[in-house]
T-cell receptor, first 114, second 108 residues
Framework: EPEVTQTPSHQVTQMGQEVILRCVPI?????FYWYRQILGQKVEFLVS????????KSEIFDDQFSVERPDGSNFTLKIRSTKLEDSAMYFC????????????FGPGTRLTVT | GQQLNQSPQSMFIQEGEDVSMNCTSS?????WLWYKQDPGEGPVLLIA?????ELTSNGRLTAQFGITRKDSFLNISASIPSDVGIYFC????????FGQGTELSVKP
C-alpha cells in the first residue's frame, strides 16, 4: 500500500541553525501539507501546497518557514533559523484530486531544538 | 482561530467496554474525520463523514456527522487493548482543523 514517508525520523539542531525536513508524498497525489504537533498538544496546520505554490498558510508559517517541491517526488519544509519553540513533531500529508479526498499522513519528524 | 472542542480529554476503561467521544465546533464543516494516533506516529484516518446526519461504521467503530454540521461523535464498541491511543476529530476546510484529542487507555 502506498504511503507517505518522511526523513529524518528525528533531528536535533542548535538554536539558530537551519533545518530541512523531507517528505515523499504518495506518488499520484497533487496536494501536499505540513502540520506540526508540539508535545502533548493537538496537530496544527502549517501550510498547503498545490501546483507548485502555497495555497494556504497559517499564522505559524512565518518568514522563517519555506516549502519546496524540488523534483517530482520530494516535498520539503525548511526552517531558516530555528527557535526553541520550533521543537515539535512535523507531519507531512498528501492527498489526490477531489475536494473530499482524504489526507494521508507520514510518520513524522521529531525536531528537537537545543 | 477556528476551534474544535473535543471531549473527554482522557478515558480509562476496562477491556470490553464501549467508548464514546465527541467533538463540537462553533462553525459548520462539510466534512468531519476521525483519526487515531499511536505514540511517535502520524495520525491514521479511521472514518470520514461527508454528509450531515451520516452514520458510518468501520468494524467496531461508528461515527456520526451531526445534523447541524457542527458536531460529530465516535463510538468504539467492545474495546480491546490495541484501541489504546489518542483519537482526534478533525474538520476539513481545505486544511484539517484538529480537536485537542481524547487519550484512551484500556485496562485488560
Amino acid at each position: 500500500e502506498p504511503e507517505v514517508t518522511q526523513t529524518p525520523s528525528h533531528q536535533v539542531t542548535q538554536m539558530g541553525q537551519e533545518v530541512i525536513l523531507r517528505c515523499v508524498p504518495i506518488s499520484n497525489h497533487l496536494y501536499f501539507y505540513w502540520y506540526r504537533q508540539i508535545l502533548g498538544q493537538k496537530v496544527e496546520f502549517l501550510v498547503s501546497f498545490y501546483n507548485n505554490e502555497i495555497s494556504e498558510k497559517s499564522e505559524i508559517f512565518d518568514d522563517q518557514f519555506s516549502v519546496e517541491r524540488p523534483d517530482g517526488s520530494n516535498f520539503t519544509l525548511k526552517i531558516r533559523s530555528t527557535k526553541l519553540e520550533d521543537s515539535a513533531m512535523y507531519f507531512c500529508a498528501s492527498r489526490s484530486f477531489g475536494s473530499n479526498a482524504e489526507q494521508y499522513f507520514g510518520p513524522g519528524t521529531r525536531l528537537t531544538v537545543t | 482561530g477556528q476551534q474544535l472542542n473535543q471531549s473527554p480529554q482522557s478515558m480509562f476503561i476496562q477491556e470490553g467496554e464501549d467508548v464514546s467521544m465527541n467533538c463540537t465546533s462553533s462553525s459548520i464543516f462539510n466534512t468531519w474525520l476521525w483519526y487515531k494516533q499511536d505514540p511517535g506516529e502520524g495520525p491514521v484516518l479511521l472514518i470520514a463523514l461527508y454528509k450531515a446526519g451520516e452514520l458510518t461504521s468501520n468494524g467496531r467503530l461508528t461515527a456520526q456527522f451531526g445534523i447541524t454540521r457542527k458536531d460529530s461523535f465516535l463510538n468504539i464498541s467492545a474495546s480491546i487493548p490495541s484501541d489504546v491511543g489518542i483519537y482526534f476529530c478533525a474538520g476539513l476546510r481545505g486544511k484539517l482543523i484538529f480537536g485537542q484529542g481524547t487519550e484512551l487507555s484500556v485496562k485488560p
